[in-house]
């Protein structure tokens, strides 16, 4: 076995511009923004990557080789961390060669943006040809993800997801819900009331953290406590973030 964790997805660059705003422009009503400091950082993909090496020492990746020229940049109020506007430029990402990838790892985590990088057929062919596939997609759901070993996907996904889900794809289904913690298999998992700073990554810290206790203990609600845990610390910060 080559390693312990594989992520395979797309990787942006999370740009934060923290802004003032004084006045309002004289010929239409919006704020005219001062930008006071920029902060960066790799997203997506790479942001799982991450996480996962705050708590093991070498995580491998696969991943899109351009990653800085595909950005998602924030403007945010300093003071309130309110967003003002989100701009992102085009996400096209070139479709990886995923039968070129050598999948000798203990766990490997997809982490689907659906920007183009990996197609139903290429996590089918992960899922078919790895046991232990924790898989988070933007994708709506279908029998092309049946042999994943846990799916993590948002309320928005699940929702869009639900009309098309069996039972083996339910059960397999681990359905976060931002505040109000997580469903799996019916049972929901709280997480603690706290003050939100930025949710922006803490899906990434969520799968990250999931699959590094899972590696440990192999036990699927200790890990889904451990995930909660993980992702309530870093909405505590702004930006991106890592636990």
Request: charged share 25%; glycine share 4%.
């Amino acid at each position: 076995m080559t390693g312990k964790i594989l992520v395979i997805g797309e990787t942006c660059l999370d740009i934060f511009v923290y802004c003032q705003a004084l006045r309002l422009a004289p010929d239409i009503p919006v704020p005219v923004l001062q930008a006071l400091r920029t902060v960066e950082s790799p997203g997506m993909a790479m942001n799982v990557q991450r996480n996962i090496t705050k708590f093991i020492n070498v995580c491998q990746i696969v991943t899109n080789s351009e990653w800085r020229t595909v950005s998602k940049t924030r403007y945010i109020h300093e003071n309130t961390n309110h967003m003002f506007l989100r701009v992102d430029t085009p996400h096209e990402i070139p479709r990886v060669n995923i039968r070129s990838i050598d999948l000798d790892y203990e766990i490997i985590v997809i982490s689907d943006y659906n920007k183009g990088f990996l197609t139903d057929d290429d996590i089918e062919y992960i899922c078919t040809n790895h046991p232990r596939v924790f898989l988070d997609t933007k994708k709506r759901l279908g029998e092309w993800a049946s042999n994943a070993l846990y799916i993590k996907i948002n309320d928005y996904e699940y929702m869009r997801s639900k009309p098309f889900l069996d039972k083996n794809l339910e059960n397999k289904i681990i359905h976060t819900m931002g505040a109000d913690g997580c469903e799996y298999q019916g049972k929901r998992y709280s997480t603690q009331q706290i003050e939100i700073g930025d949710s922006s990554g803490a899906g990434d810290t969520f799968i990250a953290a999931l699959a590094v206790k899972y590696s440990e203990t192999s036990e699927i609600v200790e890990s889904i406590h451990f995930a909660n845990q993980s992702a309530s610390e870093v909405v505590r910060r702004r930006g991106v973030t890592t636990i």
